[in-house]
């Protein structure tokens, strides 16, 4: 049975992305590390079905990281409970889900991501979209992490 889902959602990154990495013992260099990439990102979405929001109510949503043309490179199943309005808010790849595909470490950031999601909302292991997969955006403080100069040091 298929039951027609509307959602509002709103995605914005973490800044779980550290300056630069930890010189490992050992390096006989001084150089600075490369800047991280990001681990993870926060992810809203109002829940409906049939025109209502879906409240306080156990589901699943699978959500996923792609290219425009569809390329999945991560997927990531996160259970969770909405809240009275069916809202749900929560981190991707912060380590709270189970991972399907793909590691946050190895995802090409460079590419110009989209963010797509399915919700299970009963216990018969269907997903329905939740509408067609949306560009990942940053926030300014990624975009400017880009123009920081790398600055050298000793250990």
Known sequence: MKHALYVLFFLTL??????????????DKDTAGKPALPTAFQYSALIYQEGKPVAEKEIVLQAKLQDGAGEVFYIEQLHTT?????????TIG?????????EMATVPWE???????DVQLSADGVFVSLGQAVPL??????????SVPVVKGTK
């Open 82 to 90: 909405t809240d009275k309005s069916g809202a749900v808010c929560l």
């Open 14 to 27: 973490t800044l779980a992305v550290s300056a630069q990495e930890t010189p490992q013992e050992g390096d």
């Open 94 to 102: 912060a380590g709270k889900g189970s991972v399907l595909q793909g």
């Open 137 to 146: 955006q940053a926030v300014p403080y990624a975009l400017y992490a880009n």
């Open 111 to 117: 590419r110009g991501l989209w963010v797509a999601a």
